[in-house]
T-cell receptor
């Protein structure tokens, strides 16, 4: 599983509240990614990081911010959650052969 | 940017039959094409991949073919089994370090016994 964990694994929150999801990896991978998965849309990139403090936007970045202060942690923040952000969120890392490996996912429900 | 189309969206087969899932991509610079399998409630898992210097790759009952001229690639599963039932995603990327995969929307494969 490439040493990737995500927390929390499940979260229910209310519209307008801030939410932070954490991705943690133990193998010193440089590149990390956040995707969201929704029925009919597959996996869509939110943000990615190519090193400590180095991040960039993906396809669906509006309403999300990220931070990477340490190699092992990549945080995804919803500043003010909306119902449209109800989704399953997957973190991923880039492996040695440029393959991407995914974390176990976080199921977020915004009421 | 890259766009990946995947067909069909659902596929039902009988155990022992073959299953084929097809993807097309738009960016001729793409040169790495992985396939992921996602079981219900689980993370996507890489099952096979192919790079543009190869036309076909096999791993036991699964194979992937690539046609760079037509910009399409396919996943072939032979002798399907109930445990092959899952959602399958194709993806494409120009194989530079750090570039994120662009995924198709997925195919739900159901294998009935």
């Amino acid at each position: 599983d490439a040493g990737i964990t995500q927390s929390p694994r499940h979260k229910v929150t209310e519209t307008g509240t801030p939410v932070t999801l954490r991705c943690h990896q133990t193998e010193n991978h440089r590149y990390m990614y956040w995707y969201r998965q929704d029925p009919g849309h597959g996996l869509r990139l939110i943000h990615y990081s190519y090193g400590v403090k180095d991040t960039d936007k993906g396809e669906v970045s509006d309403g999300y911010s990220v931070s990477r202060s340490k190699t092992e942690d990549f945080l995804l923040t919803l500043e003010s959650a909306t119902s449209s952000q109800t989704s399953v969120y997957f973190c991923a890392i880039l492996g040695v052969g440029n393959e991407q490996f995914f974390g176990p996912g976080t199921r977020l429900t915004v009421l | 940017g890259e766009n990946v189309e995947q067909h069909p969206s659902t596929l039902s087969v009988q155990e022992g039959d073959s299953a084929v899932i097809k993807c097309t991509y738009s960016d001729s610079a793409s040169n790495y094409f992985p396939w992921y399998k996602q079981e219900l409630g689980k993370r996507p898992q890489l099952i096979i991949d192919i790079r543009s210097n190869v036309g076909e790759k096999k791993d036991q009952r699964i194979a992937v073919t690539l046609n760079k001229t037509a910009k399409h690639f396919s996943l072939h599963i032979t002798e399907t089994q109930p445990e092959d039932s899952a959602v399958y995603f194709c993806a494409a990327i120009e194989d530079q370090a750090g570039t994120a995969l662009i995924f198709g929307k997925g195919t739900t494969l159901s294998v009935s016994s």
